[in-house]
């Protein structure tokens, strides 16, 4: 392990040396905050094509305040993209982000060929805790296929995301799990719980999997399946009578599941929602969290992508649901992304919320193009 932290510094050092810029992308091209609000780059792209796509956000803030953003970072994110998991921070409440900070670096020469989903979090002892899922595919396939075999790697970091030390994951891979995602989330008296979703070769190849880590991150145990619906990219919220989980569905233009627990996570409850795309469109991965003015609400985000035979934006909407009745609500659209056959930025999405203070709202998300050149976005909203 001391070789691989040693490694993944020294990789760090280079990266974070290496001359970036805020991506150019023209007015007419950019996001576009729906009502109040406005949208700039977060984390530009790197000049270096190796680490110039940027996607999939995840966003924490620390016991410091620190904004720590883990996202990935490789060519594109297909099966042989070379995505790699990597951090920067902020420390002036998100108006600027460090440069890439890559923690391990995969690709078709490597271990394995691409990393693409996440999970983050906070444990009770302040450190921030991170996973990284890792995946052998074919030459030209996309996310999603079986793949040739899987792994999940972690990190803490006692110093707000600056420094990581590589965590115990033995049981979670190689070939067991397969992806994770989104939250990691502390329990009170039960540590550290995530989710994930299996692929192959692991068995099963399908369903959705949890895991619980009772030293803070260090360790975590095995496994276990919780639903085996057809779904993936599951994010976690967790509140003091009631676990529920929000599921991208692999069938059906990516229509939401959503699952429940009222027993501390030991049993489910696995349900097709409404939460669905507008006509045209497929919707990426679900995000949700418990409104902070009302513990009774969960505020929901699909991010609705569209699809080739339109030109209507791409667009992350907001939904809102009562804890105990899981039934959702549309309520406006948050951002939208100009679509144009001349516009090259058509890989996006995947929107997390971090709250600042009151009705005022951070949400991250990627868009730029789908090989090369993509910025992680950071857009100013309110949501009340």
């Known amino acids: ?79 042989h993209g070379g995505g790699s998991p990597a951090i920067s921070i902020s420390t002036d409440d998100g108006k600027t982000f460090s440069a890439p900070n890559v923690l391990r670096e995969f690709g078709p020469d490597k271990d394995y060929t691409q990393s693409g989903n996440l999970a983050i979090g906070l444990a009770d002892d302040g450190a921030l805790v991170l996973l ?27 110093d707000s995301g600056r420094t990581w030390t590589p965590t115990d994951t033995s049981k979670l891979g190689p070939n067991i799990t397969g992806s994770v995602f989104g939250r990691i989330v502390d329990v009170p008296g039960q540590g550290l719980i995530v989710l994930g979703h299996y692929r192959g070769p692991s068995k099963p190849d399908a369903g959705i999997w949890l895991a619980q880590s009772k030293d803070q991150g260090r360790t975590w145990g095995e496994p276990r399946a919780i639903t085996d619906a ?8 967790v509140t003091e009578n009631r676990w529920v989980a929000f599921l991208r569905g692999k069938k059906e233009g990516g229509r939401q599941y959503v699952a429940h627990s009222d027993d501390s996570g030991k ?26 003015n009302n513990p009774k609400e969960l505020l929901v985000l699909t991010n ?14 907001l939904w809102r649901g009562d804890i105990d009745k899981l039934e959702w609500t549309k309520d406006r659209k948050l951002v939208e992304m100009p679509k144009s056959d001349d516009n090259p930025n058509k890989d996006l999405g995947y929107p997390w919320l971090l709250h600042k203070e009151g009705d005022q709202w951070q949400l991250y998300f990627y868009y730029g193009r789908g090989r090369g050149e993509c910025a992680i976005w950071v857009a100013d909203v309110t949501i009340k």
């Not at 956000?57 to 904004?67: C, F, H, L, M, S």
């Open 304 to 317: 609705e992508r569209a699809g080739s035979k339109i030109t209507t934006p791409s667009n992350v909407t």
């Open 230 to 237: 057809a779904a993936a990219e599951p994010v976690l919220v």
């Open 267 to 292: 049993t489910w409850s696995t349900a097709l929602s409404n939460l669905a795309p507008t006509p045209g469109h497929g919707l990426a991965a679900p995000f949700a969290v418990v409104n902070p």
């Open 132 to 158: 990284a899922m890792a995946y052998t595919g074919g030459t030209g396939k996309t996310v999603g296929t079986a793949g040739l075999g899987n792994n999940i790697y972690g990190w803490r970091s006692t």
């Open 1 to 79: 392990m001391k070789t691989l932290s040693a490694c993944a510094s020294l990789l760090a050092i280079l990266i974070g040396s290496a001359s970036w810029v805020q991506a150019e992308v023209p007015a007419e091209w950019q996001p576009r905050v729906v009502g109040d609000g406005s949208v700039r780059v977060a984390v530009a792209a790197p000049k270096d094509l190796r680490f110039a796509h940027l996607s999939w956000p995840k966003a924490v803030r620390a016991a410091d305040g620190t904004i720590v953003l883990a996202y990935t970072a490789g060519v594109f994110h297909g099966d």
